[in-house]
C-alpha cells in the first residue's frame, strides 16, 4: 500500500466482505470465494475489514450451509494484521428478537475467540441499556467496543421533534461514558444529507474524546456527498466497499473517495492500483451471485426514500405483504399511513427489527382497520421488550395493543432483557447429541429450526438441499451459452 503523509489521514472500514454483499447480493458471497483475495485484501492498509454480523450468520446456516464461525477462523489466518470486524444488533445479537443475557456474552466470547476483533453494536431503538450486556462481554475479552446510534429522520432533513443533533450529542455522551472504544452513527437507510453530516459530525467531535465512524448507504445517491462533507468536519473513520459491491443500496465506493483526498490534509494513503486489483477479482467472481442483484430499475439509487425515507428493504417487505394480500394497488395508503403508526409507536428508527413492527402494522391498519389487528411482535415491542423507544408511545393507542397481553397491560420501564430466563442451559440440553461445541449451541438458541436443521447437514445426519449448492463460474458459462443461443434463434423448443 502506499503511505499517506497527509496530517490527519483518513481510516476505511471495507464492508466489501459482510455489508457489500449483504446489500447488493442477499447476502449470497460463500466463504470459498472470500479465500482467494484475503491476504491481498490484508495488505491495502485498511483501519479494519467487516467480514462478519448482520445477515451472514443466518443466511449461511439457512442457505450456504456454511458454518458461520468458520468463516472468522479462516479469514483470521489469511488476514491477520488487519482488524476483523462484525456488526452486532446488540440484545438481538444476529437474530430478530432480544435473546437472554447468556447468550449474548457466550456469543461475544466465542466471536472473539474465532477472530472478531472489533465489534460494531447497535440498538434498534438507540436504548443505551441494550448495550450493557454486551459491552461487559467486550470489555471481558479485551476488544474493541464501537457502540453505534441509529440515524433516523421524522421529517425531509435532520431536526424536528426527535431527531436533531441535540439528541445525538447526547445519546454519544452517555455511550463514550459507558466505556465505547469508539462512536459511529449508522445511517442504515442513506438519510443523511451532506449540510446534516457536516454539522452533526462538527458537533460530535467537539465533545467526545473517542474517534467517530460514520456508516451509511448509497441508497438516495447522497452517501459520497455526505461522506466528503463528514470528513470536512473531522469525520475518522468511513465505511466503504469495492466498487462491484458499492453503490445502490451497498456503501460507496471507496476508489473515486481514494483520488479525492490525493494530495489533502485527509489523504488515505491507500494505493488506487492495489484498490483496482481487489476490484478485478470480485468482477470475476460476482457473476455467480447475479442472480441476487435487483435489475428491476434502471436507477442505481432509490429516489422514493429521499421522499418517505422508507428504507428499500423495508419497501420489498411492504409490497410483498401487499401483493399476497392481493391489495398492492393500496400501496399509497400504506405509505401514508407508515408516518402515523411510526409516530404513535414511538418513532423508532427503521431498522431491523422495528422497520418490519411498524412496517407490518401499518399494513394491517389499511387493510383491516386501524389496530384491529395487532401481531405478536407489535405488543411485544408496545410492552417495552425491545427497550424504550425514542419518543413516548401514543397512550391510547398502548391500551388496545396491550389489552389481553399476556404478560400484562402495564409496559415495563426496566432494561429489557431483566424480564428474560436465561437461555444457554435449555440450548445445550436441546442439543446434546448433536453439538460438539459452544459454536453449534449457539447456533440453535439463535435459530432453533433453522439452526438444528443446519446442524443435521453439517454433521451428515440429514441430506442438504440442492438449493444450497453453489454455483460455479462452469454453471454461468452454460447459462451464458444457452441465453446466447435462444437470442440467436439456435435453440427451438420442439412441439409436442
Not at 155 to 179: E, F, H, R, S
Not at 221 to 240: F, P, Q
Amino acid at each position: 500500500m502506499a503511505q499517506s503523509t497527509a496530517k490527519n489521514p483518513l481510516k476505511i472500514t471495507d464492508t466489501t466482505l459482510r455489508d457489500g454483499h449483504q446489500s447488493s447480493l442477499a447476502t449470497r458471497m460463500r466463504t470459498e470465494d472470500m479465500v482467494p483475495i484475503a491476504e491481498e485484501m490484508n495488505k491495502a492498509g485498511f483501519y479494519s475489514i467487516e467480514i462478519w454480523g448482520g445477515a451472514t450468520f443466518d443466511v449461511a446456516t439457512r442457505f450456504l450451509n456454511e458454518d458461520p464461525w468458520e468463516r472468522v477462523r479462516i479469514m483470521k489466518r489469511l488476514m491477520p494484521d488487519t482488524p476483523l470486524q462484525m456488526l452486532l444488533r446488540g440484545q438481538n445479537v444476529v437474530g430478530y428478537r432480544h435473546y437472554a443475557d447468556d447468550v449474548v456474552t457466550a456469543f461475544v466470547h466465542h466471536s472473539a475467540e474465532v477472530g472478531i476483533d472489533i465489534f460494531r453494536v447497535f440498538d434498534a431503538v438507540n436504548d443505551e441499556r441494550n448495550f450493557i450486556t454486551s459491552l461487559k462481554a467486550i470489555k471481558e475479552c479485551g476488544k474493541h467496543a464501537q457502540l453505534s446510534l441509529c440515524y433516523s429522520l421524522t421529517q425531509p432533513k435532520l431536526g424536528g421533534p426527535v431527531y436533531t443533533i441535540d439528541y445525538y450529542v447526547k445519546k454519544a455522551i452517555i455511550l463514550q461514558d459507558m466505556g465505547a472504544d469508539s462512536l459511529c452513527i449508522k445511517d442504515m437507510a442513506g438519510l443523511i444529507a451532506p449540510d446534516d453530516a457536516y454539522n452533526l459530525i462538527k458537533a460530535l467531535k467537539q465533545v467526545l474524546k473517542i474517534p467517530v465512524q460514520l456508516h451509511t448507504h448509497y441508497t438516495s445517491g447522497m452517501a459520497s456527498m455526505s461522506y466528503l462533507k463528514a470528513i470536512e468536519a473531522g469525520v475518522d473513520i468511513v465505511d466503504t466497499s469495492l466498487a462491484p459491491f458499492a453503490l445502490r443500496s451497498s456503501q460507496p465506493a471507496i476508489e473515486p473517495i481514494v483520488v479525492a483526498l490525493q494530495g489533502t490534509p485527509r489523504d488515505t494513503g491507500l494505493d488506487l492500483a492495489h484498490l483496482f486489483k481487489l476490484g478485478q477479482y470480485i468482477e470475476s467472481v460476482a457473476p455467480k451471485y447475479r442472480d441476487f442483484l435487483d435489475t428491476t430499475k434502471q436507477a442505481v439509487i432509490d429516489t422514493g426514500v429521499l421522499m418517505h425515507q422508507i428504507p428499500g428493504g423495508m419497501t420489498t417487505n411492504l409490497v410483498s405483504q401487499l401483493r399476497e394480500a392481493g391489495a398492492l394497488d393500496r400501496i399509497d395508503e400504506v405509505y401514508a399511513e407508515l408516518p402515523r403508526t411510526r409516530k404513535e409507536l414511538g418513532n423508532p428508527p427503521l431498522v431491523t427489527p422495528t422497520s418490519q413492527i411498524v412496517g407490518v402494522q401499518a399494513v394491517q391498519n389499511v387493510l383491516l382497520g386501524r389496530y384491529k389487528m395487532i401481531p405478536l411482535q407489535v405488543k411485544d415491542y408496545v410492552y417495552g421488550l425491545y427497550g424504550k423507544p425514542p419518543a413516548p408511545i401514543d397512550l391510547e393507542v398502548q391500551k388496545i395493543v396491550l389489552k389481553g397481553y399476556q404478560r400484562g397491560e402495564t409496559p415495563i420501564t426496566c432494561r429489557a432483557a431483566d424480564v428474560l430466563e436465561p437461555e444457554l442451559d435449555k440450548a445445550k440440553e436441546a442439543t446434546k447429541d448433536i453439538a460438539r461445541d459452544i459454536g453449534d449451541v449457539l447456533i440453535y438458541a439463535l435459530y432453533p429450526m433453522t439452526g438444528m436443521r443446519f446442524l443435521k447437514w453439517k454433521y451428515g445426519l440429514e441430506p442438504p438441499p440442492p438449493s444450497v449448492k453453489p454455483k460455479t463460474m462452469e454453471d454461468v458459462k452454460r447459462e451464458d451459452e444457452l441465453i446466447a443461443k435462444v437470442k440467436a434463434g439456435k435453440l427451438v423448443e420442439k412441439a409436442e
